[in-house]
Structures are given as C-alpha cells and as structure tokens.
C-alpha cells in the first residue's frame, strides 16, 4: 500500500494538488503566510483627514441648501405673479349686477352658461345709465 503521503509528493511541482492548473500551487499554508502591518497614520493625520472631510460635508450642504433656496423663491416668484395677473384680471372685468332674478328665469340656456357668480363687494360695477324721456 502506498500512504497519502507519499501519494502527494508523487505529483509534479509544477501543478496543483486539485489538479486544477490555472490555480498558483502555494508553499505554505494561509495561516503561516506573513500579512503586512495595517496602515497606522498619526492622530493628527487622523483629525486632518477628519477635519477635511466635514469641510466637504459642509460645503456640500451649503450648496444644496443654496439651490433648495433659490428654488423655493422661484415659486414663490412664480406665484405672486400669477395672483397679480389673476387680479389684473379680475379688476379688468365688465360686471353687469343682475338685481333683477326673474330675467334669469327667462334667459336660454346658452346666455347662462356666460353668467358666472362673483362677489362684487370691491369691484367697480358698470352702472347702466337712466333713459332720458322726452
């Protein structure tokens, strides 16, 4: 019988004991292998590299802030004037005060869909003028 041991010596030295050829066959064992040292910087490099990176957290902050900024004034900007232009709108109108209700109930249903409702309270109204009898 021949032992394991000398079963894998038996294998060529230049392929690995899987067989598998394309795999770096390795002298020593994993845990023998010497590993480098970790990277050891200084405290002060520490709190460099600390102080630089909130500097840029910072900065990038501020720019956003900045563009939320300037977006919400866009808006803002936007909507006052369209409340302008609505009221410009609004003070432009021709408003005839229908006191009389029975001339709604006589009006066809084309004339009514024209009428709309508002509150004249503010508004200026155009007053038809009284016909003068001979």
């Known amino acids: ?15 690995a004991k899987s067989g598998r050829w394309w795999k770096p066959a390795q002298d020593k064992k ?14 002060d490099k520490k709190m460099k590299l600390r102080a630089e990176k909130q500097s840029i957290r910072a900065y990038a902050n501020r720019l956003k802030e900045e563009k939320k900024r300037e977006r919400v004034e866009y808006w803002e900007r ?11 709108r609004k003070k432009s ?16 249903k084309k004339h009514l869909r024209q009428i709309e ?11 038809m003028l009284p016909v003068k009898s001979k």
Not at 6 to 14: E, F, R
Not at 30 to 43: A, C, G, L, T, V
Not at 78 to 88: G, I, M, P
């Open 1 to 15: 019988m021949v032992s394991s041991k000398t079963k894998d010596s038996a294998v060529p030295a230049g392929l």
């Open 30 to 43: 994993f845990s023998e292998i010497r590993k480098d040292k970790p990277f050891n910087s200084s405290w």
């Open 78 to 88: 936007v909507k006052a004037h369209r409340d302008t232009k609505d009221a410009n």
């Open 93 to 108: 109108e021709v408003v005839q005060v229908i006191t009389n209700t029975k001339k709604l109930k006589r009006m066809k």
């Open 117 to 127: 409702k508002r509150d004249t309270g503010n508004t200026v109204t155009k007053k």
